[in-house]
């Protein structure tokens, strides 16, 4: 038969098994015997409305800190410009997000080489100027340089992998997947060159995610200072249709959609983010993995969420998480680095 015509042999598709776990996460609060007992005088409201600001307040604290560690989990929270002048430090202006030093007073921290494996010490933030990025500590740190990275008290080698350690894994293994051979599973990254975030650098560094295969909207996690720019960016490219009113002008946006090759670009700005970087997230392709979110429930323990201390007349109150943040393709996913914002 002509229309006869021979097959090539299959081949088999590669399936390759995840293995991620979740990290857990501890905070602990005290509530006196004195001020429990007074609230509990008032009846079950008065008691309720006594704890329900540290309530409130460790689920606040929870949620920065997981929201951190799910951008920059094993990454740190921000690299030194300098060595130390006395009790003071100075982030570099690429690794400040405005986010995490707000409220600092009093977080201990480890300051660590950027390699990780020599700690200069820990310490405790005592202010933090959200203008020059100079962080006073508790005592002076020894043997600093410019490069060396800060870390929650603690958090080295105990951290999840964030969205930021994970797109910059080109070599290795991530989730029990060697990287080097299934470039699928290695994220992108595009260099903005030392020059402001504009629509045009979100083009062209979707287009590292398009070219393996994206075709799904994108979310782009901005520093509010990128925000800003292309919040600019966006003006200068407006042209006013019909609807333009001599009488009245609005101006500005919450949010920032375009069209772009892979299809939409949703542009929304994170104080978490860090002014240096943004990221370019195929939503769909993240989850959250681990035991659970956050809690008060203590495991076996039913609906008892406090426990008396044995030296002290108190409660604690303790929450906690067992969670993480997994990428099943990295590779429709960018990190953009080297933004200089303008001011």
């Known amino acids: 038969d002509e229309d006869a015509f021979n097959l090539n042999p299959p ?15 501890v905070m602990r609060s005290l509530l006196g015997y004195v001020a429990a007992s007074r609230a509990a005088l008032g009846g079950q409201k008065a008691f309720m409305d006594a ?4 309530v409130a307040n460790m689920l606040r604290s929870m ?21 130390a002048s006395g009790a003071n430090i100075t982030i570099a202006t690429a690794e400040w997000a405005p986010g995490i030093w707000a409220g600092a007073e009093g977080m201990p921290i480890e300051i660590r080489d950027s390699a990780g ?25 020894a043997g600093t340089a410019a490069g060396d990275v800060i870390w929650h008290k603690g958090a080295y080698g105990n951290e999840f992998p964030g969205i930021h350690k994970i797109l910059t894994i080109t070599s290795g293994t991530l989730f029990n997947i060697n990287v080097g051979t299934y470039n699928l599973f290695r994220g992108n990254q595009y260099s903005a060159s030392g020059a402001a975030l504009s629509f ?36 200068a490219l407006r042209r006013y249709d019909d609807s333009y009113s001599k009488d009245k002008a609005e101006v500005g ?18 104080i978490y983010v860090k002014e240096g970087y943004a990221y370019l997230l195929d939503v769909e392709g ?7 979110d956050m809690t008060f429930k203590r495991p076996g323990q039913g609906e008892e969420f406090f ?11 303790r929450l906690y998480s067992d969670q993480a943040v997994f990428c099943m393709a990295p590779a429709r996913n960018v990190l953009i680095k080297n933004i200089v914002n303008a001011t």
């Open 51 to 54: 704890t329900k600001f540290l």
């Open 11 to 25: 081949v088999a598709g590669q399936i390759k098994d995840a293995q991620v776990r979740g990290n857990p996460v």
């Open 200 to 235: 045009s650098k979100l083009n062209q560094a979707a287009a590292r995610a398009v070219e393996k295969g994206l075709d799904s909207k994108l979310l782009a996690l901005v520093n509010p200072r990128g925000w800003a720019n292309m919040l600019n960016d966006q003006a």
């Open 286 to 292: 993240w989850f959250r993995v681990g035991s659970t």
């Open 307 to 317: 426990r008396d201390l044995e030296n002290s007349a108190a409660y604690e109150l």
């Open 63 to 83: 949620a920065k800190k997981l929201e951190i560690e799910m951008l920059y989990g094993q990454v740190g929270y921000g690299a030194l410009d300098a060595a």
């Open 117 to 141: 494996a020599t700690s200069k010490g820990e310490f405790t933030v005592v202010s933090v100027n959200m203008d020059t990025r100079v962080i006073t500590l508790s005592a002076s740190p």
């Open 253 to 270: 946006s919450k949010g920032i959609l375009f069209h772009s090759q892979n299809g939409e670009i949703e542009i929304e700005p994170s």
